[in-house]
């Protein structure tokens, strides 16, 4: 399998001094999407977690929404010319049940690690019909629980720790307990992740979750949220216009700038407690 990190020499200056080093990156391969042996997609990632990632993808794209539709995960042997497994390709095989997905989700460009709505026609394509509804969802939540929410994700990066250039993406429980990080070089790749993981322990939708990401909100993210179910996204950094809106419209709770002791909340504020609503 891929490596997380690699290995390359650096020329470091500072304050004048020069000198040569090694240094640890992020690794960033390409990692082609299959359903039932037919290619689907092609996206950039950090190497790890690569069956949550591909699940989690279909989760999104609402081809899959349970454990029961998804009858197997596997690498693709053959993937060379030679008969060699390259570790970059992975299959998912569909339950009877599941009809494959729609044509039109194919792509024939790859979706990079910065942007995986690379290639989507329209707003229209990605506003994809949830199974689930957040509107309803019971969660409640304090702005002091909210602010502990970086650091715990922080604390459990082991990744960026060596390489400083991961992002992150932390589904905590409503106490505030951290169920599951995956990190990446994308955004939403470490959200598929998280979102994989949970559809193959059987814990979608997931209801009373909130999803902590170290970037910014963009509308994906939105999505992809709505999508699994989780009720309630936070991001240290700011959320686009069309993300409010996918929040707000899908009675999602959207939170911004968390840092420190202090947030902006864009969308679902009643879920915030004792929050006064001028």
């Given at each position: 399998?891929?490596?997380?990190?690699?290995?390359?020499?650096?020329?470091?200056?500072?304050?004048?001094?020069?000198?040569?080093?090694?240094?640890?990156?992020?690794?960033?391969?390409?990692?082609?999407?299959r359903?039932?042996?037919?290619?689907?997609?092609?996206?950039?990632?950090?190497?790890?977690?690569?069956?949550?990632?591909?699940?989690?993808?279909?989760?999104s794209?609402?081809?899959?929404?349970?454990?029961?539709?998804v009858?197997?995960?596997?690498?693709?042997?053959?993937?060379?010319?030679?008969?060699?497994?390259?570790?970059?390709?992975?299959?998912?095989?569909?339950?009877?049940?599941?009809?494959?997905?729609?044509?039109?989700?194919?792509?024939?460009?790859?979706?990079?690690?910065?942007?995986?709505?690379?290639?989507?026609?329209?707003?229209?394509?990605?506003?994809?019909?949830?199974?689930?509804?957040?509107?309803?969802?019971?969660?409640?939540?304090t702005?002091?629980?909210?602010?502990?929410?970086?650091?715990?994700?922080?604390?459990?990066?082991?990744?960026?720790?060596?390489?400083?250039?991961?992002?992150?993406?932390?589904?905590?429980?409503?106490?505030?307990?951290?169920?599951?990080?995956?990190?990446?070089?994308?955004?939403?790749?470490a959200?598929?992740?998280?979102?994989?993981?949970?559809?193959?322990?059987?814990?979608?939708?997931?209801?009373?979750?909130?999803?902590?990401?170290?970037?910014?909100?963009?509308?994906?993210?939105?999505?992809?949220?709505?999508?699994?179910?989780?009720?309630?996204?936070?991001?240290?950094?700011?959320?686009?216009?069309?993300?409010?809106?996918?929040?707000?419209?899908?009675?999602?709770?959207?939170?911004?700038?968390?840092?420190?002791?202090?947030?902006?909340?864009?969308?679902?504020?009643?879920?915030?407690?004792?929050?006064?609503?001028?």
């Amino acid at each position: 399998m891929g490596r997380v990190t690699v290995g390359r020499p650096v020329l470091r200056i500072r304050d004048g001094v020069v000198a040569r080093r090694p240094d640890k990156l992020a690794a960033e391969e390409p990692m082609e999407i299959r359903v039932n042996g037919r290619p689907l997609t092609v996206t950039m990632r950090t190497p790890g977690g690569d069956f949550d990632l591909a699940v989690g993808f279909l989760v999104s794209e609402g081809v899959v929404h349970s454990a029961d539709d998804v009858a197997s995960v596997r690498y693709c042997a053959g993937a060379t010319a030679d008969g060699g497994n390259t570790y970059n390709v992975v299959d998912v095989g569909l339950a009877a049940h599941v009809p494959p997905p729609d044509a039109s989700l194919e792509r024939s460009f790859y979706t990079t690690s910065s942007c995986g709505l690379c290639g989507k026609a329209s707003l229209e394509a990605v506003r994809t019909s949830s199974a689930w509804s957040v509107a309803d969802d019971t969660l409640r939540v304090t702005p002091e629980l909210l602010t502990i929410l970086p650091e715990r994700l922080r604390e459990a990066q082991r990744v960026f720790d060596s390489t400083g250039g991961l992002h992150a993406a932390g589904l905590f429980d409503a106490e505030g307990n951290l169920l599951c990080i995956r990190e990446d070089v994308g955004r939403h790749n470490a959200v598929d992740k998280v979102i994989g993981h949970a559809l193959r322990e059987g814990m979608v939708p997931l209801r009373n979750s909130m999803l902590m990401v170290s970037g910014r909100a963009s509308f994906e993210l939105v999505q992809k949220a709505v999508m699994a179910g989780i009720p309630l996204l936070a991001a240290v950094s700011a959320p686009s216009s069309l993300a409010v809106d996918l929040a707000d419209d899908n009675g999602l709770t959207l939170v911004g700038f968390l840092r420190g002791s202090s947030m902006n909340v864009y969308a679902g504020i009643d879920r915030i407690e004792a929050v006064p609503v001028g």
